[in-house]
């Protein structure tokens, strides 16, 4: 029987402690903020999911989600709500809700945020144990959002050294619609 991860609080939401399942609301989870590339809810604590990565984005317009990217996993992107220009192999995508993304390994890729309000994303990324590669090439049409780097690296420290640090934080109210 697989046991249940016992849910801790700390000052940026709640976490799990340890393996096993849980179940824990958005909202009450652990965020993480940036002045420049919006919030996001990963629902791991310090052990993290082993199979696969998974978050909620909130960007705001003109608010690239990261910096352009390829890793050398598959990724998936759900918009659950507002709207977003996908900068994908170069070219440009306007998405809204329900607009469904997939990322076979070593697809270019970055979400900036558009339209009125929020714009939010489910973002789901395998994980392999035994490699983790990102290359972050310099790109004209993402650097246009201020979404790539001017010269490609593989390095995520230099990438987004010129960035403020991302920082622990509560959810912030509004980030989310309302859907009940």
């Known amino acids: 029987m697989i046991r249940e991860a016992k849910l801790v609080g700390t000052e940026s939401g709640l976490v ?14 652990r965020w993480g903020h940036t002045e420049e590339m919006g919030s996001w809810c990963t629902f791991e604590g310090d052990a993290r999911f082993a199979e696969f990565g998974l978050n909620v ?3 705001r317009p003109g608010q690239p989600s990261a910096l352009y990217h390829a890793e050398d996993a598959q990724e998936d992107f759900l918009v659950l709500s507002g709207e977003c220009v996908l900068v994908v192999e170069g070219e440009e995508r306007r998405l809204a809700a329900w607009d469904f993304v997939h990322c076979p390994p070593w697809t270019e890729h970055i979400f900036v945020g558009a339209g009125e309000g929020p714009c939010v994303i489910l973002m789901v990324g395998a994980r392999h144990p035994d490699r983790d590669a990102v290359r972050y090439p310099a790109n004209e049409v993402a650097q246009k959002h201020g979404a790539a ?6 390095s995520g420290r230099e990438a987004y050294a010129p960035f403020s640090p991302a920082v622990d934080g509560a959810y912030r109210e509004g980030d989310l619609p309302d859907l009940r």
């Open 149 to 154: 780097v001017e010269r490609e690296t593989t």
């Open 16 to 29: 799990p402690d340890g393996d096993g399942w849980f179940v824990v609301n958005t909202r009450e989870a």
């Open 57 to 59: 984005a909130v960007i």
